[in-house]
């Protein structure tokens, strides 16, 4: 049974960092796509970032580029998202999502599991 387990959310002041980071397990995740998406009070669920767990190739939204960047790590079975110059328009429950075929997507129904969430606050 797959399961993610998210951790790293918190509260942080404008500018700020942090890191999340998505535990996997149930499964070998080669092949499969890793994603990270957002949601605010009141919104929809939104994509973040994705990325390949075999070949690490990346996407970015483009609100989060060239401040946040996801990555994997093989051997701990993780997924990161690193997130820097935070935004209050940031501030959202982030989720980390794993979808079992390839191509990456940034529709949240193409993915097949999801985590629990981990909050993520970035005050003004």
């Known amino acids: 049974q797959v399961q993610l387990v998210e951790s790293g959310g918190g509260l942080v002041q404008a500018g700020g960092s942090l890191r999340l980071s998505c535990a996997a397990s149930?499964?070998?995740?080669?092949?499969?796509?890793m994603g990270w998406f957002r949601q605010a009070p009141g919104k929809e669920r939104e994509f973040v970032a994705a990325i390949n767990w075999s070949y690490g190739s990346t996407v970015v939204t483009d609100s989060a580029k060239g401040r946040f960047t996801i990555s994997r790590d093989n051997a701990k079975n993780t997924v990161y998202l690193q997130m820097n110059t935070l935004k209050p328009e940031d501030t959202a429950v982030y989720y980390c999502?794993?979808?079992?075929?390839?191509?990456?997507?940034?529709?949240?129904?193409?993915?097949?599991?999801w985590g629990q969430g981990t909050p993520v606050t970035v005050s003004s």
């Open positions: 149930g499964r070998t995740f080669s092949g499969y796509v």
């Open positions: 999502a794993a979808k079992s075929v390839a191509p990456m997507s940034y529709r949240p129904y193409e993915y097949d599991y």
